[in-house]
């Protein structure tokens, strides 16, 4: 989900630093399972993004580890384009590290840690798989800049690559709504959201499967402090044992100066 959590692509910069944190919970079938925060810090056509996240309660039960991912880049009119991306979790009580570098929305220098057992199955990422692409992080964020919120903002197709895989975020049948309550109070954007899957996953893998076919993701996006663009607010997903959810409990809580590494989660059994 975080890989959903994460959708789109910062525009224009804002005149003034922006330095805030998002606090989510993350639940299956209403119950707290996590939580994970993200911290924003744009300045002089910049952006960093941190994101730290882990599993608790009856998930922590079963899956063990946690989970960081971090992205810098730089904004301009068209977009923006990534320069570093790192993550690191644990999976199988196993440590797995992923850092790439872009150039021009070109990812190269890949490292991934252990790497993906090779299968004959596998689609393997053609050098075209990795052009005009963005990382996981960065499509957290469509853009907003001046223009208002406007239903249209749905209707895009986002590139992405984790350094593994390639797949495109496909967003739709945009709904503008009002919110009215939790710890953001206005006008919002509520989007369809498709999985496609490109290169790097296995075809006949049952997870990729389910999410492929998935017709029933849903992506809420509010403006985010200083307003030049959008962060997800909640994120609802079926699965076949019932609805999985993303929900914003905190909204835009300043961040100290180069604040980025003053937002941790320490979650016990964490995956």
Not at 164 to 180: E, P
Not at 217 to 244: D, K, N, Y
Not at 249 to 257: D, I, V, Y
Request: glycine share 12%.
């Amino acid at each position: 989900m975080l890989s959903i959590l994460a959708s789109m692509v910062p525009a224009s910069a804002a005149p003034e630093p922006q330095r805030f944190s998002i606090t989510y919970r993350l639940s299956f079938l209403d119950l707290p399972v996590g939580e994970a925060i993200l911290a924003v810090d744009q300045a002089g056509g910049r952006y960093a993004y941190d994101l730290k996240a882990g599993l608790r309660g009856l998930a922590g039960v079963f899956f063990e580890g946690s989970g960081t991912a971090s992205a810098v880049g730089e904004r301009s009119r068209t977009g923006a384009l990534t320069g570093t991306f790192r993550s690191e979790s644990l999976y199988g009580r196993k440590p797995v590290q992923v850092s790439m570098i872009l150039s021009g929305g070109r990812a190269h220098d890949e490292s991934v840690e252990p790497p993906p057992t090779p299968t004959p199955d596998r689609i393997p990422v053609a050098p075209q798989d990795k052009v005009g692409v963005v990382d996981p992080l960065t499509m957290l964020a469509i853009p907003l800049g001046a223009a208002p919120l406007d239903a249209a903002l749905c209707e895009r197709r986002i590139p992405v690559f984790n350094g593994v895989a390639r797949a495109d975020i496909v967003l739709s049948r945009g709904v503008l709504v009002t919110v009215q309550e939790g710890p953001y109070r206005g006008p919002a954007l509520d989007c369809r959201v498709r999985w496609v899957p490109v290169a790097g996953h296995r075809p006949t893998g049952s997870s990729v499967r389910r999410m492929a076919e998935n017709d029933d993701i849903r992506v809420r996006f509010a403006p985010a402090p200083g307003g030049a663009m959008l962060l997800p607010l909640t994120i609802s997903l079926a699965t076949g044992w019932g609805q999985a959810g993303i929900e914003a409990t905190q909204w835009g809580a300043p961040l100290k100066a180069g604040g980025r590494g003053a937002v941790k989660v320490h979650l016990p059994n964490a995956r």
